[in-house]
């Protein structure tokens, strides 16, 4: 275990921003972690996963952990159901994809979703129709301060919408190590309430998909819609879908009937931000080397140097033509550091 100094810190972060950080150490084993925690003479600490959910907008003036704790293992099997840990450092989509080789079902329509496994928790990650909190157990967290490992169930975790105990009360409190899922082995239970995966579906001529159909549509519609972050810096989805209330989503609903909408209980409605951005003229529209991507307006892209602050801008930007036309307020789901 080493520590490095003024380490770029651009190959660590999906929207590829080129900043640095003045301390940096990769963690491969909890007792690094319990080690690097200990240490004096570094005050502050940032921990930096698979970078897929976070906006660099300066240096980071501090010691950045990399956390790159890998394994996954099979905690317990019985009739219809398989219980997995996943340590923190393990890619998603190739973890979502060793479940489908298992014939591990839960996890297809969450494929291809970027980041690492430790960090999905704390945003309660998800995607077509599935959260991570439906096959959610519990994971295992190490305590800043007195460096031993607790466990969360699901109710000590108070999954929000891309929200989380820890990335609220818990912020900095504590690091997630390892993840837990329930899983099913045979009897799957398939969601393609989404359209997009019906019609994809449809489109291959599947009647009867399993698991791994699922996966491969879910990969072909992102892969349609959304950047690659080889190819082009992005963080995925840049804004939360706003969910309103039945008076403001009837007084919207009427004014814009053509919008498109989902019924989140009979309370609440949730309304696609894409749409809210694309109606506003931001689709495509780049400014500098920050801009909106052509095929989904809720990424945000660096198509080269743009700094994070630049992106930033431009999100703010966003959010107050959003609130001017439509009088509805988009958050960022991204983390902006």
Known sequence: MKVLHDQPLKKYNTFGIAVKAKHFCEINSIADLKTVLSMDGYPEKFILSGGSNMLLTSDLDCLVLHINLKGIEIVSEEDNQVIIKVMAGENWHQMVLWTLDKNYGGLENMSLIPGNTGTAPIQ????????????????????????????FDKQACEFGYRDSYFKNEGKDKYIIVSVNFRLTTKNHILNTSYGAIASELKKKGIDHPTIKDISKAVVAIRQSKLPDPKLL????????????GKAAFEHFSKAHPE???????????????????????????????????????????????????????????????????????????????
């Open 259 to 337: 919008a498109p909408y989902y019924t989140v209980s009979e309370t609440e409605y949730k309304i696609p931000a894409g749409w809210l951005i694309e109606q506003c003229g931001y689709k495509g529209k780049r400014f500098g080397d920050a801009g909106v991507h052509k095929d989904q307006a809720l990424v945000l892209v660096n198509y080269d140097s743009a700094t994070g602050q630049e992106v930033l801008d431009l999100a703010h930007r966003i959010i107050a033509s959003v609130k001017e036309k439509f009088g509805i307020t988009i958050l960022p789901e991204v983390n902006v550091v």
């Open 124 to 151: 309660n990650i998800g995607a077509y129709g599935v959260e991570l909190k439906d096959t959610f157990v519990s994971c295992e967290a190490l305590n800043t301060t007195t460096l031993e490992i607790e466990t």
């Open 233 to 244: 810096g992005n963080s995925g989805s840049f804004f939360k879908n706003p969910v309103v």
